[in-house]
C-alpha cells in the first residue's frame, strides 16, 4: 500500500512539476525575447518531456537502469498504443502530410538508432549519449529552416507574460516537484517490484511509463472536450522522438545506461519498433491522412496484448 502511495504521489508530482516548468519556461523565453517557433521547437519539446528525462536521470544514476529504459520504452508505446487510441476512440484525427515526409521517418530512424545502439552490446554508451542529442539538434534545426509555417500555426495562441515573482515560483517550485516526484515513484516502483516479484523493467514498461504519458493523454481528451482544433498525431510523434534522443541521448551521457532484464532487448524494444511502424499504414488505410475509431481498437488491441506478453 505505501509503494503504490508512493507512486501515486510521485506522478502527482511529476504532472504538476512539468506543468509549472513549462510555463515559466515559456514565460521566461517571451521575457528574453526569443521567437516563439524556437520555444515552440525547443523549450516547450524539453519542457514536456521533464518528467521522462528527471525519472531515467535519478533512475540510473540510483542504479536501476532498467526503470530509466523501461520508462523511454514503455511511454513510446503508451503514447501511440494508448493516448493517440483514446485520442481517435474519442474524435477521428486529420493527418497532415508532415507526418510522412519528416515526423514518422524521423521517429522511426531515432527507434532504430537507439535499437542499433543498445541491442548487440546491452548498454548505451556515452558517446553513443552524445550522438543521439546531436541528431535532435540537427533535427531541431531542419524543423526551424524549413517547417516554419507548421510550427507558428501550432503556437498562434496568445500567451499571456507573468509577473516575474510567479515566472521564478514556477521555476523553482517545477524543480523541485519533478526530482521530488521522481524519488518518490522510482521508490515506490522498485518496492512494488520487489513485493510482487517482478523486475523493475516490468513495473516501468507498465506503471511507470503510463504515469509519465498522463499529461498528454490529459492534453489531447481536453482539447476534444473543448472541440479545439484536430489533435495533431505529429505532437505524440515529436513527445517519442524527443523521449529517445533526448531523454536516453542526456541520461546516458551523464552516465552509461546496462540493460539488467534482458525482456527489454528480447521483447520490448521490438514492440515499440513494431507499434511505432504500423501508425504508417493506420493513417493510409482506409482513408488517406485520417485516423479514426477503427485505428483506435486496433492500437488498443496491440497494446493491451503487448501487457499481457510482458507481464505474463
Sequence with gaps: MVNLIFILGGLTLLIAGGNWLLKAAVDLS??????????????????TSAPELIVSINAALDGFPDLALGNV????????????????????????????????????????LFFFFIYFDGVIQQYEGIIMVVCLFLFLIYLLRFQKKAVVEELEEAVLSLPLYKTVLFLGLGGVALWGGSELLISGA????????VSERIIAITIVSVGTSIPELAASVIAIIKKE??????????????????????TSIITPINVVDQGLLSNDIFWMLGISFLILPLVFIPKGLRLGWRDGIILVAVYLTFIFVTVT
Design 30 to 47: 517571451l521575457k528574453l525575447n526569443i521567437p516563439k517557433i524556437v520555444i515552440g521547437m525547443t523549450v516547450v519539446s524539453f519542457a
Design 73 to 112: 520504452v514503455g511511454s513510446n508505446i503508451a503514447n501511440l498504443g494508448l493516448v493517440l487510441a483514446i485520442t481517435v476512440l474519442l474524435s477521428p484525427i486529420d493527418v497532415n502530410r508532415n507526418f510522412y515526409t519528416t515526423d514518422w521517418p524521423v521517429m522511426m530512424l531515432a527507434s532504430l
Design 190 to 197: 522498485v518496492g512494488m517490484a520487489t513485493a510482487f516479484g
Design 229 to 250: 482544433k484536430a489533435i495533431s498525431l505529429g505532437n505524440l510523434i515529436g513527445s517519442n522522438i524527443f523521449n529517445i534522443l533526448a531523454v536516453i541521448g542526456i
